[in-house]
């Protein structure tokens, strides 16, 4: 009989959009169904990435305003969108970063040891792929532990 593995840590990848919330779903009961830690992660990306882009247009001051009213809408998504959906939060952790999208999530799965990474795509092709990329791409040939990419369900349609 094969056995399924065992995750301890799952990395869910958000980027609060529809997809993200079926990606969410397979993250979840992964972790329930494993008794796992859950991180859920945002990673903000530009502008916040290059503010010395922004200083020609915004104080300093006006910068760090920009920043906290994000960091605001970024834990209300949290809460509303998954968090809320969760009884028992003592193994579920929120993490938001900075950054390349890619190398954030390779970045902190090998900090903490995740053991799988889950991620929704947009399933974006042609054009838009070639222009915008694929994090989730990305991601998988970077990680160093599986990853389980969930496709947009409106994309096939």
Request: with cysteine; hydrophobic share 35%.
């Amino acid at each position: 009989m094969v056995e399924y593995p065992k995750y301890k840590k799952v990395l869910f990848c958000t980027d609060f959009s529809e997809n993200s919330d079926l990606a969410f779903s397979y993250a979840f009961g992964i972790s329930r169904r494993d008794g796992s830690d859950l991180y859920i992660m945002h990673v903000m990306p530009y502008p916040n990435n290059y503010p010395h882009y922004i200083e020609g247009y915004l104080s300093s001051e006006e910068w760090e305003k920009v920043e906290a009213n994000s960091r605001k809408a970024i834990d209300k998504n949290f809460e509303d969108l998954y968090l809320s959906k969760i009884k028992d939060k003592s193994n579920v952790s929120v993490i938001t970063r900075s950054g390349r999208e890619d190398e954030e999530v390779i970045a902190f799965a090998k900090e903490k040891g995740i053991d799988i990474i889950v991620v929704g795509t947009h399933s974006r092709t042609g054009i838009k792929h070639a222009l915008l990329g694929s994090i989730a791409e990305k991601i998988i040939r970077q990680s160093p532990v599986p990853v389980l990419v969930i496709p947009c369900k409106k994309c096939g349609e």
